[in-house]
């Protein structure tokens, strides 16, 4: 059973950083595309970016190009979102997502389609006050 584990959110002044990490257990296949969405209160659940583990493959949002870097560290099986320069809109619950990368995309025009991913974490908190 694929599992997901986000650790990292917090609160923070506009301008500031956070370190997001999310550790994946249950895999049989290293080779999948991870990926961090975010759902503010009253807003449907966004994709931020994606990193396919085979290959580095990332994508990100353009709310966050530039800004947020996702990673990864192989040896941990964990997948890292570095934010920087936050800002109040960035402020919302953070989800990791994964799937297997040979799992055909729901939706090859989008990389950060909810209907790409599978298995989700419980989501962290993240909070940027202004």
């Known amino acids: 059973q694929v599992q997901l584990v986000e650790s990292g959110g917090g609160s923070v002044q506009a301008g500031g950083s956070l370190r997001l990490s999310c550790a994946a257990s249950?895999?049989?296949?290293?080779?999948?595309?991870m990926a961090w969405f975010r759902q503010a209160p009253g807003k449907e659940r966004e994709g931020v970016a994606v990193?396919?583990?085979?290959?580095?493959?990332?994508y990100y949002a353009a709310s966050v190009k530039g800004r947020f870097t996702i990673s990864q560290d192989n040896a941990k099986n964990t997948v890292n979102l570095q934010m920087t320069s936050l800002k109040p809109a960035d402020t919302a619950i953070y989800y990791c997502?994964?799937?297997?990368?040979?799992?055909?995309?729901?939706?090859?025009?989008?990389?950060?389609?909810?209907?790409?991913?599978?298995?989700w974490g419980q989501g962290t908190q993240v909070t940027v006050s202004s």
């Open positions: 997502a994964a799937d297997f990368a040979s799992r055909a995309l729901a939706d090859a025009h989008d990389p950060l389609s909810l209907g790409n991913f599978r298995f």
């Open positions: 990193i396919y583990t085979a290959g580095g493959y990332t």
């Open positions: 249950g895999y049989a296949d290293d080779h999948k595309r």
